[in-house]
Structure formats: structure tokens, C-alpha cells
């Protein structure tokens, strides 16, 4: 406990990693009573008061059928955080599992890495609309489609420092008493991982958080009738010359929630790195 205790208190010295986590802290509990705090109903539609301008009854103002924004907003981010952790989740379970593989068996390093280099080949928005496109619009298999693109960039991670860890003497005194390679990957080679893959899991958040908003603009993403950020910017850009709050508000959402997921995973990424804690 006084380990996790010295930890938080050294990854919240940085102001800027402590504004972070309060905004994330600040969107999740606002997603989640949102329906309880917000007087309006996201879904109710009332089109006499269509495009009104932000108010203290629109905070935020009304969409093109008169919805109110704010309501939206923190409703949609129930779809859009849920999508991107869902795919940082997957992508860090598989592209951890590929990366193992690849690093501490020298047979399989050339096949997967060859795999891994040939998806990573393509940027990641063209192979998102290419699988969603194929998968069929819905958020689960956006959350497939995003899996697929971004599994490889944890995998060339975690085979980076498995090639290393590999080497190590207690790897090495492990083998020699005759541990199992199953207990060797996952008991002694797997902790040593953590610091990267909890790194690359915080950014891979904001990626698919980001990416999921790109498909959705270009019409490849979740139904129109799902209220994500993305949908919500996609509706609003017909709008958005007489109209910019529309377009305004939900893109601020992705902005400030996209960065402050990178900057956490800055402060993570500090935290974990021997050569940098003394930076913190």
C-alpha cells in the first residue's frame, strides 16, 4: 500500500498529470450521472428550438433537431470512451500475447514481425475504414476494426524489451532449474512488461478515441443514431457556419479528453522509467 501511495503521490507532483487525471476523473463521473445532473434528455428532439445559440438552459446550445448539446456530450461519451477502452484493452491483451511470442521464441520472431510490419504499412485511418468497411458499421466492430490496426504497435513494444528481458540472468537461472516456459513468460518475463504496456495502453486509449471520432466524420463508424462525438461532429458540419457551437463543443470534448489521456500516459510513462523519475 505505502508503495501504491509513494507512486501516486510522485505521478501527481506534475501539475500538468494531476489536471489530467482531475478532467478524466471530472468526464467519467459526468458520464456516468449525467442522465441525473442534466436536466435535458440527450434523445429528446424539440425542433422549434433547433440551433439555439449556448443559454443558461443550453449550456451548450441545441443541435439541428433541437437536442441539447451538453446532455449529448456526456451521454455520447459513454459509446466513445467505451469504444476506446475497449479497443486499448484488446489491443494490449493481444499485441502483448504476439510480442511475447515473437520476442522469447527466435522460430516465430521473423513470421509475426513480418505480419506486424506489413499492417503497420498501411496508416492506420485507411486500414480502420478499409475493416469497418468490410466488418459493417456498428460499435462493435469498430472496436474490432481498431483492435486489428493498433495491436501491432504494442506487439513491436513488448517484442522490443521481451528481446531484452530474455537475456537477463534470472531469465537464464529460471530456465536452468527447470522452470516451465508457460510460468517463465507469464511469472517472471510478463511484470517486467507492465511499464510499457501500461504506457502504450493510456495512448492507445486516445488513439481509438480520436480514430473512432474520424470514422465516424467520414461515415464508416457507428450508426448516425448512436450519439458519439464522432456522429455528433459528422451531424453538426452541415451546420456549422450559423451554427459553430454545434461543431465546437463536441470536438473540445475529444481535444481535452484525447490529451489529457496522453499526458497521463507521459507521467506513466515517467514514473516507470528508471532513467526518468528523477525528471518527475
Not at 521481451?162 to 516456459?181: D, F, K, N, Q
Not at 480514430?211 to 465516424?216: N, Y
Amino acid at each position: 500500500m505505502a508503495d501504491w501511495q509513494a507512486a501516486f503521490k510522485t505521478l501527481t507532483a506534475r501539475r500538468v498529470v494531476l489536471l489530467a487525471m482531475v478532467v478524466l476523473a471530472l468526464m467519467l463521473l459526468l458520464t456516468v450521472v449525467g442522465q441525473w445532473v442534466f436536466a435535458h434528455d440527450p434523445m429528446a428532439m424539440k425542433v422549434s428550438q433547433r440551433l439555439r445559440a449556448p443559454s443558461w438552459s443550453h449550456w451548450s446550445g441545441t443541435d439541428e433537431l433541437g437536442r441539447d448539446i451538453t446532455s449529448r456530450i456526456f451521454y455520447g461519451a459513454r459509446y466513445s470512451l467505451g469504444i476506446g477502452a475497449a479497443t486499448a484493452l484488446l489491443s494490449v491483451v493481444f499485441g502483448s500475447i504476439l510480442g511475447l511470442l515473437a520476442g522469447f521464441f527466435r522460430r516465430l520472431d521473423a513470421a509475426l514481425m513480418r505480419c506486424v510490419d506489413a499492417m503497420m504499412a498501411f496508416p492506420d485511418i485507411l486500414l480502420g475504414i478499409a475493416l469497418v468497411s468490410i466488418l459493417g458499421a456498428s460499435p462493435v466492430n469498430v472496436v474490432l476494426a481498431l483492435t486489428i490496426v493498433y495491436t501491432p504497435r504494442v506487439a513491436r513494444v513488448v517484442r522490443a524489451s521481451t528481446l531484452v528481458i530474455r537475456e537477463l540472468p534470472y531469465v537464464e537461472a529460471a530456465r536452468a532449474v527447470g522452470v516451465s516456459t508457460p510460468r517463465l513468460l507469464v511469472v517472471h518475463i510478463l511484470p517486467n512488461l507492465m511499464s510499457p504496456i501500461l504506457v502504450q495502453l493510456s495512448f492507445i486509449f486516445a488513439y481509438a478515441l480520436l480514430a473512432e471520432a474520424g470514422l465516424s466524420f467520414l461515415g464508416v463508424g457507428v450508426g448516425a443514431e448512436i450519439p458519439t462525438w464522432g456522429t455528433m461532429v459528422a451531424a453538426s458540419a452541415q451546420h456549422a457556419d450559423r451554427a459553430v457551437w454545434t461543431l465546437f463543443f463536441p470536438g473540445v470534448a475529444i481535444m481535452i479528453t484525447a490529451l489529457s489521456l496522453q499526458v497521463l500516459g507521459d507521467g506513466v510513462r515517467d514514473l516507470l522509467d528508471p532513467r526518468l523519475k528523477g525528471a518527475i
